[in-house]
């Protein structure tokens, strides 16, 4: 979950976006099947998405939420 509320998850081809309210916002395309991901960097604004075989990262404008 990103600071504005919206969700990121994993799914097959891309990891999808959804606003608090559930309506996708859009995906990120991914080449191989998403297992997992999670914000980092040292703002958090870094996605992190392990695939089957290689781990990416991209750079987003938006932030992960803190932790509770």
Do not use: H, M, W
């Not at 990120?28 to 958090?44: D, H, K, Q, S």
């Amino acid at each position: 979950v990103d600071d504005r509320g919206n969700i990121f998850t994993s799914s097959k081809d891309s990891i999808q976006v959804y606003a608090p309210d559930g309506v996708r916002l859009g995906k990120i395309p991914v080449p191989e099947t998403c297992a997992n991901l999670t914000f980092g960097g040292l703002g958090r604004d870094r996605l992190f998405i392990a695939a089957g075989t290689c781990l990416y990262a991209i750079d987003l404008n938006t932030r992960g939420g803190k932790q509770p």
